[in-house]
């Protein structure tokens, strides 16, 4: 149980387009979702959390109206990168976790974005 | 600010040892700690977790040990396979709900 998957795997776009990775708790229902970047053989950065039917809270340093994230549905956080430039690829990773459950976050595969 | 830190970034053992992984923390109000496996490509899975009423547990294969006097983590894992090469990150939370990642260790396994 607990499986959080994550759409697409990868994807590659041009300079100035935005991209949608979608998150999903498949088998629970994820009262918070976690957005996480990562570099090459580098750390999990935080990027935001959210919350089912609120605004997304978002760490120091990440723009907010350049990483949108909705999450509409106990199962479903999208994260956008609007306007993407090369600088914004990376892996993008998704958790999940759900009441009860406050020590246990469930992660995604994660998302390759490479942005040309 | 405070921070959770890795000894040593890479790790390499062959097949069949025992392997060490440490981490180092400097939150002393931490009190939940996790270590996660991340494979290449792929994100971090959960490998076993530790309070801070506890200094150790054990997992199949794994043990974690936690000395609070000297904040100090360290994942043990028993009879090292390939398939255990990937990176292995420690987390700790205190009063937050969410994770702090270390830095990482690769290790690498070789037949």
């Known amino acids: 149980g607990a499986v959080v998957s994550q759409h697409p795997s990868r994807v590659i776009c041009k300079s100035g387009t935005s991209v949608k990775i979608e998150c999903r708790s498949l088998d629970f229902q994820a009262t918070t979702m976690f957005w996480y970047r990562q570099f090459p053989k580098q750390s999990l950065m935080l990027m935001a959390t959210?919350?089912?039917?609120?605004?997304?809270?978002?760490e120091q340093g990440v723009e907010k109206d350049k990483f949108l994230i909705n999450h509409a549905s106990l199962t479903l956080s999208t994260l956008t990168v609007t306007s993407a430039h090369p600088e914004d690829s990376s892996f993008y990773i998704c958790?999940?976790?759900?009441?009860?459950?406050?020590?246990?976050?469930?992660f995604g595969p994660g998302t390759r974005l490479t942005v040309l | 600010g405070e921070s959770v830190g890795l000894h040593l970034p890479t790790l390499s053992v062959q097949e069949g040892d025992n392997s060490i992984i440490n981490c180092a923390y400097s939150?002393?109000?931490?009190?939940?700690f996790i270590w996660y496996k991340q494979e290449s490509g792929k994100g971090p899975q959960f490998i076993i977790d530790i309070r801070s009423n506890m200094d150790k547990r054990q997992g199949q294969r794994v043990t974690v040990l936690l000395n609070k006097t000297v904040k100090h983590l360290s994942l043990q894992i028993a009879a090292t396979q390939p398939g255990d090469s990937a990176v292995y990150f420690c987390?700790?939370?205190?009063?937050?709900?969410?994770?702090?990642f270390g830095r990482g260790t690769s290790l690498i396994v070789h037949p």
């Open positions: 959210s919350n089912e039917g609120s605004k997304a809270t978002y």
């Open positions: 987390a700790e939370k205190g009063g937050s709900y969410i994770p702090t």
């Open positions: 958790s999940a976790s759900y009441r009860g459950s406050y020590n246990e976050q469930f």
């Open positions: 939150n002393s109000a931490s009190d939940y």
